[in-house]
């Protein structure tokens, strides 16, 4: 199968590889829809709020896995599936869904147009899951029973090692985490073919975020280069000035989320995150006249629109008069590439003027 359906045609073989009796296909039963609600709770509150589940093997618990797969999952397959396109990531070769859970990354990069992925995670129960899914879908999903505390990376070689809300359980709350967690990184970055990448995926949260972005930095730092979010070699300048930099994922909600996030009491309308490809051997050549936007629009005393923008030249404001109409500008929103041609230099950035040309980047 060369790639996965949308989230919606998901959910009946999510609900089917989950349920242990009847029920109807599209939807939970009310005690269903209370114990996946009550184990969202749970899990929100010990991965996100006092982070207690973190490091601990809650995916071995059958509600905990349940309540992943029926609201985390389809969060992590848009999360992944979304930096996939936005990093240009080729889809050629084998790919690696490392730390994958029941394979929301795996099957993200089958949507992706990989044929070949391998899962590992350390849950033979989430595991058994992803292999359960790919029977019901078509797709030949290879799995590794791996643990990053205490297994080597699999033996390669990779094109594509997806890390997806890995590292900020790698030695949580320790002061040395980052050192340790770049250490990883760079075994993980054996495992590769020539020109082989890293995906990283993280939460939005300010201490995740703040340590990915510290993560970031060490790996832009080391010879090889960023090719996304930012197009920006560097060291983060939003990191250099103590702010918080991630992306934010604007999706139509599936059903059930939406059903579990209202009984959990949870926005799930947008989703924010963390994430940076990474080519460990070398610099890709970047264009500067693409660029990221990192904020949301706001307006200036003057009546002008301006977001934050990153690109090669680093982090600097895009401005634009209140009547300007290019319909890229109009739905400009953070997250977005932009292509920036004959920009007016400003006092701390670029106008978009009569001159300028204004496109998808």
């Not at 309540?67 to 397959?77: I, T």
């Not at 340790?180 to 970055?189: D, G, H, K, Y």
Request: hydrophobic share 40%.
């Amino acid at each position: 199968m060369d790639s996965a359906p949308p989230l919606d045609l998901w959910l009946p073989h999510l609900l089917a590889a989950w349920r242990q009796g009847p029920g109807p296909e599209d939807g939970f039963t009310p005690p269903e829809a209370d114990a996946v609600a009550s184990g969202v709770k749970e899990l929100s509150r010990g991965l996100t709020g006092d982070r207690s589940l973190v490091g601990q093997r809650y995916l071995a618990r059958g509600d905990l896995l349940g309540a992943y797969l029926l609201y985390y999952w389809p969060v992590s397959f848009a999360q992944t599936l979304y930096a996939l396109r936005q990093g240009r990531v080729p889809s050629q070769g084998r790919a690696l869904d490392l730390g994958s859970g029941p394979g929301p990354g795996a099957f993200a990069l089958f949507a992706a147009g990989w044929t070949s992925v391998t899962a590992a995670d350390r849950s033979p129960e989430a595991l058994a899951l992803a292999k359960t899914l790919g029977a019901r879908t078509g797709h030949r999903l290879e799995t590794l029973t791996w643990d990053a505390e205490t297994s080597a990376p699999p033996a390669g070689p990779w094109n594509l090692v997806v890390i997806g809300h890995v590292l900020n359980e790698l030695a949580s709350g320790a002061p040395d985490r980052i050192e340790r967690r770049w250490t990883f990184l760079q075994e993980v970055a054996k495992t590769l073919a020539p020109g082989g990448l890293l995906l990283v995926l993280e939460p939005a949260s300010h201490g995740p975020n703040a340590d990915a972005l510290a993560l970031r930095d060490r790996a832009a730092g080391a010879g090889g280069g960023i090719s996304g979010p930012c197009f920006f070699h560097g060291p983060c300048p939003a990191r250099a000035a103590g702010a918080a930099c991630h992306d934010v994922l604007r999706w139509k909600v599936p059903h059930l989320v939406a059903q579990t996030a209202r009984r959990a009491q949870i926005d799930k309308r947008e989703v924010p995150f963390t994430w940076f490809v990474f080519h460990p051997e070398s610099q890709p050549v970047l264009d500067p006249s693409v660029i990221r936007v990192v904020s949301e629009p706001m307006l200036n005393k003057a009546g002008r629109r301006r977001v934050v923008a990153c690109g090669p030249q680093g982090r600097f404001s895009l401005s634009a008069p209140g009547a300007y109409r290019s319909p890229a500008w109009i739905h400009v929103h953070r997250g977005v590439a932009l292509r920036v041609t004959h920009p007016e230099l400003r006092e701390g950035g670029w106008g978009l003027g009569p001159s300028t040309k204004l496109s998808p980047g």
